[in-house]
């Protein structure tokens, strides 16, 4: 919102001061930025501990781009400093192949798009091997066609979310004969491949990583959250719903590990029907685990979404003899 309201001179300073305070509070000493600032604040609510949100509360190349780019707009007195720290941010986490990634979008195309688009707004000289080591990045990984994949993957057929982004990123750098052939080529795509009623073809991009997880980029095995199926319904996704839902479970789980000899086939059947469904079938995985005595929340949690994350996380706290 603020991004929007930066580029409005019609919106008046005193009325994004107040939103402006909170996003600076959300900026790390390395200088970049983090989802979430005060993770005892939010611990409750997602039913973790502080550790357990290490991977929203930690600067993140994605969000700290996107937030350079608003600092770089107003670059105000207040924000010039800020805007320093976090571009330097940026700079030391370049890949060495001129990309960055990024930990809430799938591909690497978000992040540069935003950082050249900050750097562009400062034009500080201190960018132009930054610059210049991106702009290859892009060139190079241009499909002949014109088109850009979400990753490098052969294979992987070329997507509109991931070419827009680098033409954005293109025409944030400096010319060149190389960045127009490739901007012409990367238009001419878009055109091509826009549908009758004018939209793109598109598929999911934003990742729900569960807090704990620091390097969403490193990660191969993401599945489609069930959140998106549940929408409709309110509160699905509170954490004090679910423990709700999910409690006869979670006591059947716990009656096992106590010696409940009356609930092990109970809980066989339950575990039978979660391992059937694909989205369920990591959730009764780690279920399995928990009661073969697995309480290491740090293992167990890995590549679960914020649902499962949530049950787990209440059923591995239910010890034997509770």
Known sequence: MLLFLAGRAAVKRSARVPALDILLAHQHADGGFR???DAEAWSPHLDTDAHGLRGWTASQPCVTAVVALLLARLYSSRCRSRTADALEYLRAQQRRDGSWDAYWWVGRHYTPCRALQAMQAVGDDADSVTRTRAAAWLVDSQRPDGGWPLSGDHHEANQAFPTALALQALYALDGSEARHRALRRGVAWLIEH?????SWPAQPMMLRPTPHVMRTWERTDWRESVILDQLDQPDANDPTTLRAQWQPIID?????????????GELAELLAGLADSDDWAALAGVLARILNGDRDREQLLGGLDAIDTTIVTRTASDPPGR
């Open 194 to 198: 826009q549908r009758g009623d004018e």
């Open 252 to 264: 059947t789980v716990a009656a096992v590990a106590r010696g409940d000899h009356a609930a092990p």
């Open 35 to 37: 989802t979430f600032a």
